[in-house]
């Protein structure tokens, strides 16, 4: 069974950076699309970025398109997201997650029923 374990979140001003990683147990991390989501609170899961199974296709959401970059390596079954000029409504959980299916893009418009496994999620609080 895959586990997702995300590390990197904390705090940070406005404008700043982290990067989060995500790191997956398990065999054929290589043959999945992997996503990040977020969460506020009150709010539902909401799409970030995705990267397809090889690497070679990202996907961002509006929100962070030229602010964040989604890389991967599947030698070390690991995601990252570098997240840059972060801004306060940037604040929430995020979240690993791997599509549902392999070998697969998935949708236009990323949804989170798509990804069927999840890491426990990791805080991101940026203060303004």
């Known amino acids: 069974q895959v586990q997702l374990e995300e590390a990197g979140g904390g705090l940070v001003q406005a404008g700043g950076s982290l990067r989060l990683s995500c790191a997956a147990s398990?065999?054929?991390?290589?043959?999945?699309?992997m996503a990040w989501f977020r969460q506020a609170p009150g709010k539902e899961h909401e799409f970030v970025a995705r990267?397809?199974?090889?690497?070679?296709?990202?996907r961002y959401a509006d929100s962070v398109k030229g602010r964040f970059t989604v890389s991967r390596d599947n030698t070390k079954n690991t995601v990252w997201l570098q997240m840059n000029s972060l801004k306060p409504e940037d604040t929430a959980v995020y979240y690993c997650?791997?599509?549902?299916?392999?070998?697969?893009?998935?949708?236009?418009?990323?949804?989170?029923?798509?990804?069927?496994?999840w890491g426990q999620g990791t805080q991101v609080t940026v203060s303004s």
């Open positions: 990267i397809i199974w090889s690497g070679a296709s990202t």
């Open positions: 398990g065999r054929a991390f290589s043959i999945y699309t």
């Open positions: 997650a791997r599509h549902r299916d392999a070998i697969t893009y998935g949708g236009m418009s990323p949804t989170a029923d798509e990804y069927d496994t």
